[in-house]
């Protein structure tokens, strides 16, 4: 199981949590609800890169752990003098301290080659750019988690080609590979330019398509490789390789190891406000949707940031499989906030009293 803690960033004065397969964090607007999915979404991140390079030097040199950070998740502002990460699975444990500068690791070899590669994609609440501006794909951004997400729609739009229905709303979407055109089928068949359609839509579209993509589509299409993925991965097969040679037949399966560490077979997603622009109902729908992707073959990892109790609510409805965290955001005395997660009493509380309860959070705990 993951742990991860954070001080001192942004709103947030601390967080110690341990995450689970689903996991939803609620709380009022400012709250940082969106500095724990970040940098839970960058721990990801920061363990992916060390395993498939076999090598922390990158992370250790001046600045860039910081920098990386701060630069993908939009958090210049965010970070204090004492602010500090830290992130430990079964493989590794890692921190970093803004006091120090210093990125301590140290591998848990225990766990060390059980790992397998995710797809990691942060979804951010501003993904209705792509709708928004027409001409998207020609706008100068900087490197960051929205540009990352423009990216990833590019290459999932690119093959729905045929008509996708839009959970049960009687709307469908598709590429039109023709004219490079984003269509919409609404009631009677009408069709639109995408840019043209309602704000729940714009929302809504390239969070199901992208993630239909990730979870249905992407592991069936070859995934192209830069050199330095190459390189790094004649590396991993001498590191393996020798590590191999120290163990008894059988013992370790080297073909398996390396087809884990090279071959992404499940998904990790970070999703911010799903409920976006949508009416109640829809949204209880869209959760349904969620865990059951999180939960099917490619699925691995979901983590939701959200203020909507229905989304919680419908999260909580379906958690039959005892894989799902709920967190809060309480205010502390002096204003900032600290994540706290919620007990089966509370979680119970929540789904018997919902929205009334919302109103008064800090009554729970």
């Known amino acids: 199981m993951r742990h991860i803690v954070i001080r001192n960033l942004g709103p947030l004065a601390e967080a110690d949590v341990f995450l689970n397969k689903i996991n939803i964090i609620v709380g009022p607007q400012s709250a940082g609800k969106s500095c724990l ?13 060390i395993q498939l390079s076999q090598d922390t030097d990158a992370f250790k040199e001046n600045g860039v ?36 500068k210093v990125f301590d690791f140290s591998w848990k070899e ?7 590669c995710p797809k990691i994609s942060y979804i951010p609440a501003e993904r209705n750019i792509v709708a928004a501006i027409p001409n998207w794909f020609e706008v100068s951004m900087k490197n960051d988690n929205i540009r990352n997400f423009m990216k990833d729609w590019q290459e999932a739009r690119s093959v729905m080609t045929e008509d996708m229905p839009i959970l049960n709303l009687g709307v469908s979407y598709r590429y039109d ?17 995408f840019t043209n359609t309602s704000s729940g839509l714009q929302s809504l579209i390239p969070l199901l398509v992208h993630l239909e993509f990730l979870y249905t589509k ?6 192209s490789k830069n050199i330095l993925r190459i390189e790094e991965e004649g590396t991993l097969i001498s590191i393996i390789w020798n590590y191999a040679k ?8 080297i073909e398996k190891v390396y087809s884990n560490f090279t071959e992404m077979k499940r998904t990790e997603v970070f999703l911010e406000e799903p409920e976006q622009n949508l009416f109640p109902p829809t949204q209880g729908v869209l959760a349904y949707r969620l865990m059951d992707w999180a939960r099917g073959e490619k699925g691995g990892f979901l983590f939701v940031a959200t203020h909507s109790p229905y989304m919680v609510t419908s999260f909580l409805e379906k958690d039959n499989e005892n894989d799902i965290s709920l967190f809060f955001n309480k205010e502390s005395k002096d204003g900032r906030y600290v994540v706290s997660t919620a007990t089966e009493k509370e979680v119970q509380e929540l789904y018997d ?4 309860l919302f109103h008064n959070l800090e009554s729970l705990g």
């Open 37 to 49: 999915l970040k940098t839970a979404c960058f721990c990801n991140w920061v363990e992916k890169r």
């Open 65 to 100: 752990f910081e920098n990386k950070f701060l630069e993908f998740h939009k958090l210049y502002g965010y970070v204090k003098e004492d602010s500090y990460i830290e992130y430990e699975n079964d493989s590794m444990k890692f921190s970093y301290s803004w006091k120090t």
């Open 110 to 116: 225990e766990g060390r080659w059980n790992y397998v």
């Open 177 to 193: 590979k023709s004219n490079n055109m984003d269509k919409v089928t609404v009631g009677d068949g009408v069709v639109l330019d």
């Open 218 to 223: 992407r592991f069936n299409t070859e995934q």
């Open 246 to 253: 120290n163990k008894s037949h059988g013992e370790f399966n």
């Open 353 to 356: 009293y919902s929205i009334d």
